[in-house]
């Protein structure tokens, strides 16, 4: 990515004027700089340059600094004078103003010059003053001339490279690496006990860096001075409620710029802020709090005059800035208790926007007018003209691999279109539109054209569909997206267009028009995008036997046996745009083909698309055929003579050369590319016959096929090693961490979650087909025999809503104790599995099937028909074993609006090596509204009524209530409500004061009486622990009894006002009567919760929801006193 970027936009156009008619400049051209004394420096230009020196200024006279200078009729030139700052270019002789601009100086004024691909820029005094653009030079010397006292001094040539700059802060404790510490205790911190620097391989994200502030800033930095154009992000878990942020062009501790998030919620919880001199501006700001103990993945993009940020990816804000300019990045944070970062990166971001509020000198025209202002560009036919087409062209013929976006307002009789592969005035492809009204031949209409030596072609025609509203204020967007091979068309995101054609591999961009009537267009960005990366493994589990299936690529193509042969079936599916990788050993593979099914039905390989590959019969080349049954669609031969280095090297095209081959299925296009270079492409003529597989499978036949070189990418799948912060999770249950696996060798560690509820729900939502696929297992959690206290429950929801794992279906795996295997639908069971393929066999350390497996566990809904009546096949897998399969005719409404996916266990631990999740739809990541922030707590009163108070019991290392005080009410009257889905929603009675902990004396005489109004969808009922065994006082009376508790009764209640019930209960008698020959009891624990009955209660499943809320007061123990610290001799409660 990073040389195909620097490649292309070496080859960027000359700039002209801000306004262009026909292709000419209205700036006429001036006679080139005299001849001067320029004083060069020793260094010369390199491709990217930033120079930074002191300016000498005087009251007249001037200064003038060459750069890229080839020799006195080429070079660019900056000069400067008392009261403005000019770019020129000088070209061939001929000297043009590249942009002007007034500027103040100081007495020890600092300017940077930077040259990079398509754009220079001036800073002065940590302000971009002036911004122009041309391509025309790319290195050269560099020097100056001055006159009048003017010059320069300490002058800094710079050197520039393309930015990749990543941390994951693997490293040893107390190493600092990259960063500077301004203020704060930074500390690297492992992400479990077990793990240090001898074993970090053989763990899943080691590392972070973490800061503990709860009063004051905290501020580390990292980067060069020369650092620009890049998008920057960082993945940070708030542990407390604070602020936390990311800081890009960082001059020094008192300079940057920076993004802000706080856990207040208001309208300025999101903030960018510029800090001049330590005093802060607020540039933009917006609600939306953060919940804390959730990674968050923070980002900030800086484009010439542009800062942008985003949250998990989602875009907050976008703000013109002109500000420094260029810095590295800093981590924040600010009155908070604790906060983790990690999995810094910061790249190159090759994003230019052209908004037509300034000069547009990096477009050329051929005919008409074009007029930008105000953030239009205004295109109108020339005099005489008769509304001929019209084009305004920018970029390099070399440029391939873009995203052109571009709006469009044609009105009800112009012509809109922009324009991608653009060579010359033949050879070019179009999208168009033109308004219903228009005098030309396809009003009304869309079309996506193709010109090839000047023959037209129509390569698809329909009607206006582009959404042009109101809202929008008549624009259309569209996208244009052009790959070596093929372009795709997009509006709003949809594709609605595409060609595929070998020969349309690069060229220009441009923005088209036709007919008499003007048109307008507006923000157009060409972008670059990166290459995707593939999921991080520690090599140290790549490697290892027994979990190759989940951490290597041949774990995605397991072998199974096919009437011709052994296949390779990739596991996932593959519903939108995808990519194959491969490998062509040219020494091993002559003898053979080599083919891939393409949207193939699983386990049938010619359903879909096949293409074969094989030697040409003298080994001069590649054979490739693209087949639809036994229907040759299209074949060609690649020689592998192309592939010889332009500098006479043959390296490439040795015999015993191993070639990258990749295949790409965009839109409805397939392209062929042997070492990047496209070898045929393949368009679908009648989408209705098109394979509608949603698999990938790879045979060979006449040599073995090495899987491992296999890479499948896919657009629409999230894939998951947690290698890296879990920033696309949220886990509003349990503690999720990196943990060890087996305590007898702790040193493997990976992702889990463990306690009473964990749950993890992913941020992005999901709808139509999804297939969910997971390698886990659960943790040793006992140090010797048996090893596991609570094997099974390795379980998947799909299309929940993000709070109760209840509201999608789920798929228990060896649930209920390791007895049976379920999919239920809500709460109610719609499949069961009781064999033994359903429970875990003898699941003890010493069974190592056991013991060292991770289990492939396949979730799965998609439509299907039954009986003529649609609906969905809802599916579980366990290693290739159908346990279960259910036909639902009324889908739940996640399935069409989009649901999350959540993984979970009960009471337990899982843990979890690898997740895909592949889906028709990817909805965007955010966390729902309505999840409570537990840690907030109301305080405790003081001991004045003698009423007992609710506290919360904490349980996962978070309090199970949240408990507050009733509004309107007095010191008595309490609020609770549930913080999570089900749960323990568990409080202790306590008397506050000094002993609010101490046990009670409880005498025959004790009795309890409150206040509560309850409402029905809230469970709970009254506990009293004596000697760690739970004694029920049944309030809500839902729940089953088992061996967790004894039954000693139910509360009488009677009705009060306004939804109150008084409550009392004889709570000496009921335990006299179930203990007679005992005189007083220890109660260790008066607690109000849902502690007993079914387990999955505590997930959701009919248990207590999430914002559950019922209130207290009033609550008196009578009859009963506290026990300060020594035992008291009582009847001892049986066991």
């Given at each position: 990515m990073k040389n195909r970027c620097k490649n292309q936009f070496n080859a960027l156009l000359v700039g002209l004027a801000c306004t262009i008619a026909g292709g000419g400049s209205l700036l006429a051209a001036v006679p080139a700089h005299a001849a001067a004394a320029y004083q060069f420096q020793e260094e010369a230009a390199e491709p990217l340059v930033s120079v930074t020196f002191g300016?000498?200024?005087?009251?007249?006279?001037?200064?003038t600094v060459v750069f890229d200078y080839k020799d006195d009729q080429n070079f660019y030139a900056l000069d400067l004078t008392p009261h403005a700052v000019e770019l020129k270019s000088v070209i061939g002789g001929v000297t043009r103003s590249l942009g002007t601009a007034p500027v103040k100086w100081s007495g020890s004024s600092q300017m940077t010059l930077k040259r990079r691909p398509w754009v220079m820029q001036v800073i002065l005094d940590r302000r971009v003053v002036l911004t122009a653009y041309d391509a025309t030079f790319d290195k050269g010397k560099i020097g100056s001339t001055s006159s009048g006292g003017w010059g320069w001094h300490d002058v800094r040539v710079q050197p520039v490279e393309e930015l990749y700059f990543t941390d994951d802060f693997t490293r040893q404790e107390g190493q600092e690496g990259e960063w500077k510490t301004v203020n704060g205790n930074w500390t690297l911190t492992s992400s479990s006990e077990n793990i240090n620097a001898r074993n970090v391989s053989m763990s899943a994200n080691p590392f972070s860096y973490q800061i503990a502030t709860p009063t004051g800033k905290a501020f580390t930095q990292s980067g060069r001075w020369f650092w620009d154009n890049y998008h920057a992000e960082v993945s940070v878990k708030p542990t407390g409620r604070g602020t936390v942020g990311l800081a890009v062009y960082v001059q020094d501790p008192q300079n940057y710029i920076a993004f802000l998030w706080n856990a207040a919620e208001g309208p300025e919880a999101r903030q960018l802020v510029r800090v001049v001199d330590g005093k802060p501006t607020v540039l933009a700001h917006a609600g939306g709090a953060f919940l804390p103990r959730q990674w968050y993945r923070l980002g900030v993009r800086t484009s010439p005059g542009y800062v942008e940020t985003f949250i998990d990816g989602d875009a907050v804000f976008k703000v013109r800035d002109d500000w420094f300019g260029q810095g590295g990045i800093g981590l924040l944070a600010q009155n908070i208790s604790l906060a983790a970062f990690d999995d810094v990166r910061v790249q190159s971001y090759s994003y230019y926007r052209q908004d037509f509020d300034?000069?547009?000198?990096?477009?050329?025209?051929?005919?008409?007018?074009?007029?930008?202002?105000?953030?239009?560009?205004?295109?109108?036919?020339?005099?005489?003209d008769n509304g001929a087409s019209r084009v305004l062209l920018s970029g390099g013929s070399a440029w391939n691999g873009y995203q052109l976006l571009a709006s469009g307002r044609t009105g009800a009789n112009g012509a809109c279109g922009v324009v991608v592969g653009y060579h010359d005035n033949k050879n070019y492809s179009v999208f168009r539109w033109a308004g219903a009204s228009s005098s030309l031949p396809f009003h009304g209409r869309q079309q996506l054209m193709h010109y090839s030596g000047g023959k037209a072609s129509i390569i698809s025609d329909q009607p206006l569909k582009l959404t042009e509203a109101t809202e929008n204020d008549g624009f259309a967007n569209v996208m244009l997206r052009l790959t070596p091979g093929a372009l795709s068309v997009y509006n709003n995101g949809r594709p609605i267009a595409s060609m595929a054609d070998e020969k349309l591999t690069s060229g220009r961009i441009g923005l088209w028009s036709q007919g008499t009537q003007p048109v307008a267009f507006r923000d157009v960005v060409v972008f670059f995008p990166p290459e995707p990366v593939a999921p991080k493994v520690p090599p140290k589990m790549e490697e290892d036997a027994l979990m190759v299936g989940w951490a290597s690529n041949s774990g995605e193509w397991p072998p199974t046996f096919g009437d011709n042969g052994t296949e390779f079936w990739n596991t996932g599916d593959f519903f939108g745009d995808s990519s194959l990788e491969m490998m062509w050993r040219r020494a091993t593979y002559t003898r053979g083909k080599l083919e891939v099914a393409l949207r193939a039905q699983r386990g049938d390989f010619g359903s879909g698309y096949v293409v074969r590959c094989e030697s040409t019969a003298d080994r001069s080349g590649l054979h490739l055929a693209l087949l639809k049954g036994t229907q040759v669609l299209k074949e060609s031969t690649f020689d592998w003579k192309e592939l010889d280095g332009g500098d006479g090297s043959k390296s490439a095209s040795a015999s015993n050369a191993v070639v990258p081959i990749r295949i790409d299925l965009e839109s409805d296009a397939i392209t062929f590319r042997v070492a990047d270079r496209p070898a045929f492409s393949y368009l679908t003529a009648d989408t209705a016959t098109a394979p509608s597989g949603t698999n990938i499978a790879v045979r060979a036949s006449g040599f073995a096929l090495r899987t491992k070189e296999?890479?499948?990418?896919?657009?629409?799948?999230?894939d998951y090693t947690f290698n890296e912060a879990p920033t696309d999770w949220y886990s509003p249950q349990g503690t999720w961490s990196v943990i060890s696996r087996w305590p007898c060798y702790s040193d493997w560690s990976f992702f889990g979650g463990k306690g009473v509820n964990p749950v993890l729900w992913s941020k992005r939502s999901y709808s139509g087909d999804i297939v969910v696929e997971m390698y886990a297992h659960n943790q040793m959690d006992l140090p010797k025999e048996v090893g596991y206290s609570h094997p099974g429950d390795l379980n998947i929801t799909i299309g929940g809503d993000g709070k109760n794992p209840a509201s999608g279906y789920s798929f228990i795996v060896a649930g209920w104790d390791n007895t049976r295997t379920r999919i239920l639908k809500g709460t109610q069971s719609v499949a069961e599995n009781t064999t033994e393929d359903a429970r875990f066999p003898r699941p003890i350390n010493h069974n190592m099937q056991f013991h060292r497996r991770w289990y492939y566990i396949r979730a799965e809904v998609r439509r299907a028909a039954k009986d003529g009546k649609p609906g969905v096949k809802v599916s579980l897998t366990v290693d290739d074993t159908l346990l279960c399969e259910y036909f639902d005719p009324t889908p739940i409404e996640a399935f069409q609006q989009g649901g999350h996916v959540a993984f979970w266990t009960v009471d337990g631990t899982i843990m979890i090596a690898r997740a895909k999740i592949e889906s028709a739809s990817m909805g965007s990541r955010t966390i729902p509204t309505g999840l409570l922030d537990a840690a907030v707590q109301a305080p405790m009163p003081k001991a004045t009524t003698g009423d007992l108070a609710p506290r919360p019991i904490v349980a996962d290392g978070l309090p199970s209530a949240v408990v507050e005080r009733a509004e309107g009410g007095n010191e008595g009257t309490w609020t609770l409500r549930n913080p999570t889905a089900g749960g323990l929603?568990?409080?202790?009675?306590?008397?506050?004061?000094?002993?609010?902990?101490?046990?009670?004396?409880?005498?025959?005489?004790?009795?309890?009486?409150?206040?509560?109004?309850?409402?029905?969808?809230?469970?709970?009922?009254?506990?009293?622990?004596?000697?760690?065994?739970?004694?029920?006082?049944?309030?809500?009376?839902?729940?089953?009894?088992?061996?967790?508790?004894?039954?000693?009764?139910?509360?009488?209640?009677?009705?009060?006002?306004?939804?109150?019930?008084?409550?009392?209960?004889?709570?000496?008698?009921?335990?006299?009567?179930?203990?007679?020959?005992?005189?007083?009891?220890?109660?260790?624990q008066l607690s109000l919760g849902a502690l007993h009955g079914d387990e999955y209660r505590w997930v959701g499943f009919d248990g207590n929801p999430l914002?559950?809320?019922?209130?207290?007061?009033?609550?008196?123990?009578?009859?009963?006193?506290?026990?300060?610290?020594?035992?008291?001799?009582?009847?001892?409660?049986?066991?």
């Open positions: 300016v000498k200024t005087a009251t007249a006279g001037s200064m300034g000069p547009i000198d990096s477009w050329t025209a051929d005919g008409g007018t074009w007029n930008a202002k105000g953030g239009i560009l205004t295109s109108a036919p020339k005099q005489g296999l890479r499948a990418i896919s657009t629409h799948r999230d929603f568990e409080v202790q009675l306590i008397k506050p004061g000094d002993n609010a902990t101490e046990p009670w004396k409880v005498t025959p005489n004790t009795k309890l009486d409150f206040d509560v109004a309850l409402p029905e969808n809230v469970k709970v009922d009254l506990y009293a622990t004596i000697d760690g065994m739970l004694h029920m006082v049944s309030l809500t009376n839902n729940q089953r009894p088992d061996a967790r508790v004894r039954i000693l009764g139910t509360a009488k209640k009677e009705a009060s006002a306004q939804g109150w019930q008084h409550v009392t209960f004889d709570l000496g008698a009921a335990l006299k009567k179930m203990y007679p020959e005992a005189d007083s009891w220890k109660v260790d914002g559950a809320t019922y209130r207290l007061k009033g609550m008196k123990l009578t009859g009963a006193t506290q026990i300060a610290s020594a035992p008291v001799e009582n009847g001892q409660a049986p066991h």
